[in-house]
């Protein structure tokens, strides 16, 4: 088991920055890839950005690419999503997510959290 808690959600401007983590405890992190998702109400869950076990290979959903910075720091068990340039369709909750392996489909994660609130206004 690996439990997994989001924080740093909140409120920002269009334009402006914000920084997600999602800290990691029980099973050892490295033994997971790491994902990030985002849900709109109304809307289906979203991919948005994935990493792997190594921190060595990301990879993108087209929507974020260019603005968001997934990364992980194994020694703080703990993966990060760097958010840049925000618009109001991005306004979501943002989940972290732990998988055997890094992929882009939500059914590949065993382990979720709670997810984050992001609003962006315009």
């Known amino acids: 088991q690996v439990q997994l808690v989001e924080s740093g959600g909140g409120l920002v401007q269009a334009g402006g920055s914000l920084r997600l983590s999602c800290e990691a405890s029980?099973?050892?992190?490295?033994?997971?890839?790491m994902g990030w998702f985002r849900q709109a109400p109304g809307k289906e869950r979203e991919f948005v950005a994935t990493i792997n076990r190594s921190g060595s290979t990301t990879n993108y959903g087209d929507s974020v690419k260019g603005r968001f910075t997934i990364s992980r720091d194994n020694a703080k068990n703990t993966v990060y999503l760097q958010m840049n340039s925000l618009r109001p369709d991005d306004t979501a909750v943002y989940s972290c997510a732990a998988g055997s392996y890094s992929a882009r489909y939500p059914s590949v994660y065993t382990h979720w959290g709670q997810g984050t609130q992001v609003t962006v206004s315009s």
């Open positions: 029980g099973r050892t992190f490295t033994s997971f890839a």
